[in-house]
T-cell receptor
Framework: EDQVTQSPEALRLQEGESSSLNCSYT??????LFWYRQDPGKGPEFLFT???AGEEKEKERLKATLTKKESFLHITAPKPEDSATYLC?????????????FGTGTKLQVIP | NAGVTQTPKFQVLKTGQSMTLQCAQD?????MSWYRQDPGMGLRLIHY???????DQGEVPNGYNVSRSTTEDFPLRLLSAAPSQTSVYFC????????????????FGEGSWLTVV
């Protein structure tokens, strides 16, 4: 069974204090690893897709990396507007359908 | 371009009542799905569809029914609401093709908050 574990559950940072969020996964036949951002009362918003170990993608203050067992979302010099819950998900082929399994998320709070 | 549209945003039901959550997408996506999100549980797949006329069960299908008569619409029906179905429901869609800049990207609606009393 595919599993996705995110840590920490919650993270509180001072503005400008860089840190990383972790996503550990167990999946048979990874087709893609996704990072989403979710604001309170909203649906998840797509950030990145990573397909193979060693791949990296960047967007503003965010950088996602992927190994064979985990992914990191690095946040450099965060701002209060980066406060949100960050979700990780893995996609794998299951019975002809590309099943997506989500983690429970890391709730990030950036304090001015 | 509206993306994925869900209605209603909020709903309160009494135990035993039935209702339908509506979902429509305007991106011509083949795949559509319904998730529920509960504290500490993450997003869990209820039902999904790979095209008009084709639906299948996800991880937590009991108590829910779906149909897909058109590419655009994918309604979720609660047959006899129970307090355990109190949750936030998200409809999502994506293209069948995993090629291109948006390949594999799942697009979510804004969510429907359902309370069953």
């Amino acid at each position: 069974e595919d599993q996705v574990t995110q840590s920490p559950e919650a993270l509180r940072l001072q503005e400008g204090e860089s840190s990383s969020l972790n996503c550990s996964y167990t999946v048979s036949g990874l087709r893609g690893l996704f990072w989403y951002r979710q604001d309170p009362g909203k649906g998840p918003e797509f950030l990145f897709t990573l397909y193979s170990a060693g791949e990296e993608k960047e967007k503003e203050r965010l950088k996602a990396t992927l190994t064979k067992k985990e992914s990191f979302l690095h946040i450099t010099a965060p701002k209060p507007e980066d406060s949100a819950t960050y979700l990780c998900a893995v996609q794998a082929l299951s019975g002809g359908y590309q099943k997506v399994t989500f983690g429970t998320g890391t709730k990030l709070q950036v304090i001015p | 371009n509206a993306g994925v549209t869900q209605t209603p945003k909020f709903q309160v039901l009494k135990t035993g009542q039935s209702m339908t959550l509506q979902c429509a997408q305007d991106m011509n996506h083949e795949y559509m799905s319904w998730y529920r999100q509960d504290p500490g549980m993450g997003l869990r797949l209820i039902h999904y569809s790979v095209g008009a006329g084709i639906t299948d069960q996800g991880e937590v299908p009991n108590g829910y029914n779906v149909s897909r008569s058109t590419t655009e619409d994918f309604p979720l029906r609660l047959l006899s609401a129970a307090p355990s179905q109190t949750s936030v429901y998200f409809c999502a869609s994506r293209s069948r093709s995993d090629r291109g800049p948006s390949g594999n990207t799942i697009y979510f609606g804004e969510g429907s908050w359902l309370t069953v009393v």
